[in-house]
């Protein structure tokens, strides 16, 4: 009896083994585990320290470690270098916060938002879907043959260049561009 039970528990975890392995993306030359949340996440990928340092910068660690669910587009360190020089070593200043959270806070969404999810968005909006950040502006999502990218209020684009990183408490979107809200 022993022995049935445990080849029950391992043919169980032989099935459920190929979907964790499945869910985990590499991102900046780490494993992004589907059971971490955003800013666990996030810390260990060498494409985001920028986006992490950014995060610490306006206070948002707490809020990204909550359950959420959040839907992140994520900018790589390549996207914050496309910014005038000097923009990223001003936003981080103290008294520069309410800007960088309004800039950060402008790449959530809230609720978790795979890529099938914003492509039927898309599909349903006639080739545009509009969401709702939770900085209180609109990103625009379009697509063009097999690719999402995102509008932002000053008609900046930006690709999703790895989609559906998914976290615990959401999925992050890496993006090449940093979106600006209006």
Do not use: C
């Not at 971490?36 to 320290?49: G, L, M, Q, R």
């Not at 914050?80 to 959530?108: M, Q, R």
């Not at 502006?137 to 990183?165: C, F, P, R």
Request: hydrophobic fraction near 45%.
């Amino acid at each position: 009896m022993k022995k049935l039970i445990i080849s029950a528990f391992a043919l169980v975890a032989i099935a459920i083994a190929p979907n964790t392995y499945a869910q985990t993306k590499m991102v900046g030359g780490a494993a992004m585990y589907p059971t971490k949340n955003i800013v666990e996440n996030a810390v260990n990928s060498k494409d985001h320290t920028t986006l992490v340092a950014a995060v610490k910068a306006a206070g948002l660690v707490e809020t990204l470690e909550s359950a959420g669910p959040f839907t992140v587009f994520a900018p790589t360190n390549e996207a914050f270098d496309k910014l005038p020089k000097g923009t990223v070593e001003t936003l981080v200043k103290p008294e520069n916060k309410a800007t960088l959270t309004k800039i950060l806070t402008y790449h959530v969404v809230a609720g978790r938002l795979s890529s099938a999810d914003l492509w039927a968005k898309v599909k349903a909006g006639n080739g545009k879907a509009e969401l709702k950040t939770v900085e209180g502006g609109t990103l625009n999502v379009m697509a063009e043959g097999k690719k999402l990218y995102l509008v932002d209020e000053k008609g900046g684009k930006s690709w999703i260049t790895i989609a559906d990183v998914n976290q615990s408490n959401g999925v992050i979107h890496v993006i090449n561009t940093v979106v600006m809200p209006g």
